[in-house]
């Protein structure tokens, strides 16, 4: 197996990865005849609410060239970086359009970059075609997709407000965007074991 048949297959791992998340997300179900051909034309339509993604998929395009700089000259690396930090705060200003999601609290989901499963308030049929709108935190990367509703059942949660649970997956995403979902997937797994970490060795450290 080559090296990159190797690297594909690591990354078709990954999108089965799952984590409990907490994200800013909204859906509405839609007839079949409103899903779109082309998920970039889509995408174009509402540029303003994805141009966080597009921004870190291109700093994740330049990551390596950075390194180099960084190598070479810190002055010149540091002068990038905050030039960086600047075009964030821009892009994130475009996400003042997007009060669907800016304007409700985080939902607790569970995430991969397959679908997601998540309590809602109404009842959903399988098979309902649905489109759903990610905004990932703390990077504010807005992600659009499309899926279909594989499961429904009566919610365990403690929210009476949120009696269904709903797994859905997605059948048309933007391979850029199903990248930035399997990195933030990626850091937030870190995270937790840093955490699970901390916790072990504080509980070792009192006894």
């Known amino acids: 197996m080559s090296i990159d048949d190797q690297e594909k297959t ?26 779109p051909t082309s998920i970039d ?17 291109i700093s994740q395009h330049l990551s390596a060239s950075m390194h180099r700089i960084e190598q070479r000259d810190t002055d010149i690396a540091d002068y990038l970086k905050a030039l960086d930090e600047k075009i964030n705060l821009l892009g ?22 397959g679908g997601l499963a998540m309590d809602i308030t109404e009842a959903v049929e399988v098979g309902s075609k649905v489109e759903v709108k990610m905004l990932l935190l703390p990077s504010f990367s807005g992600l659009l997709a499309y899926g279909e509703v594989v499961g429904t059942e009566s919610s365990e949660g403690e929210d009476e407000g949120y ?3 709903v797994r859905i997956n997605f059948t048309m995403i933007r391979g850029s965007d199903q990248d930035a979902l399997i ?18 060795e504080l509980e070792e450290d009192g006894t």
Do not use: C, W
């Not at 009060?99 to 409700?104: F, G, I, M, S």
């Open 163 to 165: 009696p269904y649970h």
């Open 92 to 113: 994130r200003s475009f996400l003042t359009e997007a009060r669907e999601l800016l304007d409700q609290p985080s939902r607790q989901v569970n995430l991969s970059a």
């Open 183 to 200: 990195r933030h997937i990626t850091r937030r797994q870190g995270e937790m074991l840093r955490h699970r970490r901390e916790m072990k």
């Open 10 to 35: 690591q990354d078709e791992r990954r999108e089965f990865f799952r984590i409990d998340d907490s994200i800013r997300v909204s859906y509405r179900v839609i007839p079949v005849a409103d899903i």
């Open 41 to 57: 034309e889509q995408l174009r339509a509402g540029e303003r609410f994805t141009v966080m993604t597009r921004l870190q998929e």
